[in-house]
């Protein structure tokens, strides 16, 4: 079970709680190979020592906890609260930057970018220190300790968080209990097509810059699509295809197991189509929106620019920075 220290979560039990019933926390539970079955939200979404230790676990849940608990104040009640104010958003922006950072597709892939900077690190201290094999091997082997990688990734936070915080917000609302969510729920789409796996939860698959659109479900019924689109945050309607579009990138990026709604019905197949498909939906939804103008977008480019800074400048974990959305 989940109330083991040792199983770590990497998807919120308060929001997968979204997707149950009213009142409820249970959720239909989607595994390759299994029958769906209905299982509490505290039960599922979870990997087995994820931080590696209890110790590790404990400082880091902490941090995540707090966040997690501001923004599903926010997306719990996200009718009454669009638009949001900067500070709605500022907590929504963490709750998917904590996503991200916790998806174990993102682990792995600073795990291996951590690797290769700590052997170049080693290679250029054992010329200017003159180490010997042994001092080499030992100092590698202590910048490859857990809590490194750990530090790491919660560097990540703030800058995901900023970029985030700095794109255009549409809430797309659906007639239906349609869209699913997964252990991997944040879906970032790059301008260019690219096969869609696990392994798409990391935005640093062509850089956070590359993203087209975003994609967040809330609830059953509730998008959050993020784009460079100018203007208001103004909400929109969703149509089936559109729902099948999110619902099949949702299937492709999970880890182990997805999740939807006890009695609704996803789905996953677009007529005339009839197979599953991915499409970039804020083509469709938002007016005038294109990849050129994405390409083009000044909102994007001093987005990129702020995260680029907050690199260089080794930005507290605490600060955020981020494109004034217009008004």
């Not at 794109?167 to 970032?188: C, G, K, N, R, Y």
Request: glycine share 6%; charged share 25%.
């Amino acid at each position: 079970m989940a109330t083991d220290p040792r199983n770590h979560h990497i998807v919120t039990a308060g929001y997968l709680r979204q997707f149950a019933h009213k009142g409820k926390s249970k959720v239909t539970v989607h595994r390759a190979g299994e029958e769906p079955s209905d299982q509490g939200v505290r039960a599922v979404g979870y990997v087995r020592d994820f931080w590696a230790s209890p110790e590790l676990a404990v400082h880091v849940e902490e941090k995540f906890g707090k966040a997690e608990d501001a923004a599903l104040k926010v997306i719990s009640k996200i009718d009454a609260r669009w638009p949001l104010t900067a500070e709605d958003r500022t907590h929504v922006s963490l709750l998917l930057a904590v996503h991200i950072v916790r998806s174990p597709a993102f682990g792995g892939a600073m795990r291996q970018i951590g690797a290769k900077a700590n052997r170049e690190v080693v290679a250029e201290g054992a010329v200017t220190y003159d180490l010997d094999e042994k001092q080499s091997r030992e100092l590698e082997a202590e910048f490859g300790k857990e809590r490194y990688h750990v530090e790491a990734l919660l560097r990540q936070l703030p800058r995901i968080t900023s970029f985030l915080n700095s794109m255009h917000w549409t809430l797309v609302e659906f007639d239906a209990d349609w869209v699913i969510t997964s252990d991997q729920p944040v879906v970032l789409l790059p301008y260019l097509p690219v096969p869609h796996t696990p392994a798409s939860a990391v935005p640093m698959q062509l850089g956070l810059a590359a993203t087209l659109e975003g994609w967040f479900t809330l609830n059953p019924r509730t998008l959050l699509l993020l784009s460079w689109q100018g203007g208001g945050d103004a909400p929109g309607g969703g149509e089936h295809r559109h729902a099948c579009s999110v619902n099949c990138a949702l299937r492709a990026q999970t880890l182990l197991e997805w999740f939807s709604r006890p009695g609704s019905r996803p789905p996953f197949l677009s007529p005339p189509i009839l197979q599953p498909e991915i499409s970039r939906i804020s083509l469709e939804l938002l007016h005038g929106y294109s990849v050129a103008l994405a390409a083009e977008s000044e909102r994007r480019k001093r987005a990129e620019q702020i995260v680029m800074r907050m690199v260089q400048d080794q930005t507290p974990a605490k600060e955020l920075h981020w494109v004034i959305p217009a008004a």
